[in-house]
């Protein structure tokens, strides 16, 4: 259920990182073959200089570069955002059936085994100085998926809150999807905003433009660089 979508994000944010790459091993490859063949001494036969010989490459890597540009401007950081929405679904599901404890920012879970397929779950629901925290004991939780929403409903509930206490045959909470648990916070902002919507005022925000940017443009470089050493140090074999 979450290995098709886990490995499509998971291939474009890789080809984010691997295209400029690419660009360098391309180039070795490419020129390498042209020199163990000898065909950069019939390109000086005819008059071509190296750098002609390398000019192809230029548009080439700009091409590559370009197509960086396109996948970080705005597909990567949505399916970095998809992949820690189903990394964040397949912890908080399996949290369910299995004795520990979770910890997101909008409630602490605390799950134990009571019985054969049944389980009993504590909430800890975060107040602040105004409202002091939500207690919250329920029995086989169930999680949802509302696209942006988690939904988590409890059975048997018992509520205690900073002035009453609450017996309920169920209840539901909802909570928002992004940046719930601590351990995947690299799959948030800045890493899941677009380009156009990092601010510029945010120092995060704007090294994540720079770092973009930079990755892209870098492929020129990362093709000259291969041709170079592809023609200059031939391969053993």
Known sequence: ????????????????????????????????????????????????APSQIVA???????????????????????????????LQSIALKASLRQSGTIQTKAATILTERQNEGEWKHWLMLPGNHEKPDTLVFGRNMDVQDNGNDWAITLNDVWIWGPQARIRAHSARWTFPKTNQLDELRMFGPPNSVASPNLQDDDPHQRFTWHRRVALAFIAPFWALLGAFLALRFPAPI
């Open 1 to 48: 259920q979450h290995a098709g979508p886990i490995l499509g994000s998971g291939t474009l944010i890789l080809l984010e990182a691997a295209l400029p790459l690419a660009a360098l091993v391309a180039s070795c490859l490419v020129f390498g073959r042209l020199r163990r063949e000898g065909a950069h001494i019939g390109f000086a036969a005819v008059g071509l």
């Open 56 to 86: 192809p490459v230029i548009p080439a890597s700009f091409v590559m570069a370009a197509i960086t540009i396109w996948l970080s401007w705005s597909t990567v950081p949505h399916a970095v955002e998809r992949l820690g929405a189903e």
